[in-house]
Structures are given as C-alpha cells and as structure tokens.
C-alpha cells in the first residue's frame, strides 16, 4: 500500500444504484453482484463489505481466488457464484464451502461428481449452455446427455442453475445474435426439462442484457457495470433514456481517485517537458508532478490528453504519462502548491471528470481502465 494516491468508493451512490436496479428488476429476480476484475478495480474485500452492508447477499467472481477473499470478508452469509475458473486443486474447498460455481465441459462435471462423492457433500452447479458466444459452455446438441448425467449423478451434484452468456448485448447491431441465443438457452431448458428434471434457478443477463432484453433477466441477474454506476455503453443508456422518456441519469458513479501535487515548478518557453520531444512549453509555464503514472494503472495513452482537476479548475496532463508520474500545465491556476489535492476521476466543485470521458480519451472501455487501477492503492469507503 502507498499513499500516492486513494480510490475512494462511495456507499451512498452504490447503495442508490441498487435501489434503481431492484426496482427495475423487481422483487422476485435475484441480484447478483459481479466482483471480478478486483471488483472492476474498486477493491474487492472493501467493495464487498460495502455492498453487503447496502443489501446485497449474492456475488458473482471469475475464479477461486476472487470467491476466497468474499468468502473471507463475508463467510457463508452471502453465496458466491464461480462463472469462470476452478483448478482440480481447488474443488475440494469450493465444493465444502458451498461455493457455486459453472460448470461448461464434461471434464468438470465428472469431477465435480467424483470429488463431492469423496466428500459425502454435493456440488452446487450452474450448467452453462453454449448459445453463440463461442466461449464457454456445452453445446445444445450435448444437452440430453448432460440431463442423463445429471439424473445418474443426483446424490452427488445439486442441479441449482441454468445459464448462459451474451456476445454482445451493448450494442443493438448484435440484436439479431443475441435474439438467436435466448431461442438456444429455450430449447436447452425443454431439452432438460423433457427428462423430468429442471434447474432451481435459469439465468443470462448481463447489466446491458438486463436492459435491452427484459425477458432475460429470468430468475437472477448478474449485474457488473451498471452497479458501479456506469452504462455498458453509450447505446444502452439512450435507449433507458427513450424508453423511460427522461433525461436524467438514476446511475451514481461510486468511485473517484484522487492524489496530490507533490511539487510545482516553472519552466521557460522553448523547453522540452518530461521525456523526449512530446511537448514543448510555447511559452512560460508553471507545471505540477503527480505522484502517479502507467505502472498505477493512469493508462501512457493519456500522454498529453488526460485531464485533472486541480482547486476546482481542470488542468492538462502534459508530456508522456511516466511509470510513476505524471506533469500537469497548472499555469493558469494562481495558489497552486505543493499538497494541493488532485482529482483524477470524481468532482470538484461543480467540475467531474467521469470514468467514461476518461476512457474516451484514452480508447479504452470503462471496463478496461476501472481493472487496471492498481491493486496497491488504498481504497476508502465513503458515505
Ligand atoms: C462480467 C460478466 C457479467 C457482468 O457483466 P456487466 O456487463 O458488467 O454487467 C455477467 N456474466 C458473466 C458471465 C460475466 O463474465
């Protein structure tokens, strides 16, 4: 840990992202928290505290790693979904702990059966079903023996989800795809249904399925982006807008990172700023050195592009982003020192700078730049 920088989370704006998202979904559909990623870069052991504490009780990960930590902070108050990786290791302790997790190809399904037989405890599976996404997942033609399997295997596995996952439901050219995939998952669901059996639960929404396509929230969503506060793209926050014909944002962004100015010096016109030739002062400046660079996760494509806000004002991020700073053209700011608190994402007085302008500039996705804020920052949760 450094004290560079902190990433501050806010537990009032997460906690009215997920009032919104009930009452959208409604009562009867669960939501489930998507933690991945380091919780999209907000710190997962505190992101999920805080999440608990705002009403949530399910959270889905990627792998084994990412359900230990929630199992830390949260014990088996909560239930934890594994949609991506289990090593053979790491059955035993997913399946004694009650960790749910996917399961997509035989191989797992088998050992699955043959270490919670060992166990004398059953494993809590999810059946993902390959619909057009070409990732993860059986195949429908693969169904009815996976039924079978499941009907053999009934004391050693619980049957508790159906799901899958869409390439795409962001962007409505893939309408056509998407739409072909929910008619898979259907026929999937009859396949195993023909044998008498079914799952407890079906789920596939992603935030901008959830959205875009209402009948797949089914009986559980898995909600990532949007609980942050943010929309999975451009696209999908019109259509809310049109559909609900507002023009008001119910999303709050939970995360804000900010640093200090760790020292202000000025710098003749006709010199070069930082390393090699990138930019050249035009005239006298005053410039600011950040204690943060591409090695925190504050991406070298925002060299002479990102923006901050320093004492209300937004300022240029000027000369190449640094591993471990960055300069700052403060020129125009009067009282500018050493100490002085530097927003990088998040407000100051009526100035934001938001997640999305900030990945706009640097052409990455907001799922991309949240991920690659550096674990070694502190997180602090706020009201
Ligand atoms: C990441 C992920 C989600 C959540 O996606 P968002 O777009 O952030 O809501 C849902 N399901 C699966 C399988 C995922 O990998």
């Known amino acids: 840990m450094h004290k560079n920088s902190v990433i501050e989370i806010s537990q009032k704006a997460h906690k009215e992202n997920i009032d919104f ?15 991945k990623g380091n919780a999209y870069g907000h710190g997962l052991a505190e992101f999920v505290k805080m999440a608990f504490d705002n009403g949530v009780n399910h959270f889905s990960v990627f792998d084994v790693e990412e359900a230990k930590i929630v199992f830390d902070t949260l014990k088996s108050t909560v239930t934890i979904l594994i949609m991506g990786f289990v090593a053979d290791d790491d059955m035993q302790w997913v399946i004694q702990n009650k960790i749910e997790f996917f399961v997509f190809e035989r191989y797992r399904l088998a050992k699955a059966a043959k270490v919670a037989k060992k166990l004398k405890q059953k494993a809590i599976i999810h059946i993902e079903v390959e619909t057009g996404m070409n990732r993860t997942g059986f195949e429908v033609k693969t169904i009815a023996k996976v039924a079978q399997y499941l009907i053999k295997e009934k004391e050693n596995i619980r049957f508790k989800g159906l799901c899958t996952h869409y390439a795409g439901a962001e962007s409505i050219s893939n309408y056509y795809r998407v739409s072909k995939q929910i008619e898979l998952f259907n026929k999937a669901e009859s396949i195993i249904k023909s044998f008498g059996i079914q799952p407890e639960i079906r789920h596939s929404a992603c935030s901008a399925a959830s959205m875009m396509f209402p009948e797949t929230r089914m009986d559980l969503v898995r909600i990532g982006i949007l609980q942050y506060g943010l929309w999975p793209s451009p696209e999908v926050f019109v259509t809310f807008l049109n559909a609900k014909k507002t023009k008001n944002d119910p999303l709050q962004r939970v995360i804000s990172w900010k640093s200090e100015i760790m020292s202000v010096k ?21 410039i600011a050195t950040i204690p943060l660079g591409y090695s925190h996760g504050y991406s070298r494509s925002l060299s002479n592009q990102g923006r901050v806000l320093i004492n209300g004002q937004r300022c240029m991020v000027i000369g190449t982003v640094n591993m471990n700073m960055l300069t700052i053209d403060v020129s125009e ?25 900030f990945s706009d500039f640097s052409n990455q996705l907001n799922y991309e730049l949240l991920t690659r804020i550096s674990k070694t920052i502190p997180r602090k949760i706020i009201q």
């Open 266 to 286: 000025r710098v003749k016109s006709g010199e070069f700023i930082g390393y090699g030739t990138s930019f050249m002062a035009k005239e006298h400046m005053k």
């Open 333 to 357: 700011i009067e009282h500018v020192k050493k100490g002085d608190e530097v927003t990088l994402i998040g407000t100051q007085k009526n100035l934001s700078i938001t997640v999305s302008s």
């Open 21 to 35: 998202l009930r009452k959208t979904y409604g009562k009867k559909v669960i939501l489930s928290s998507v933690v």
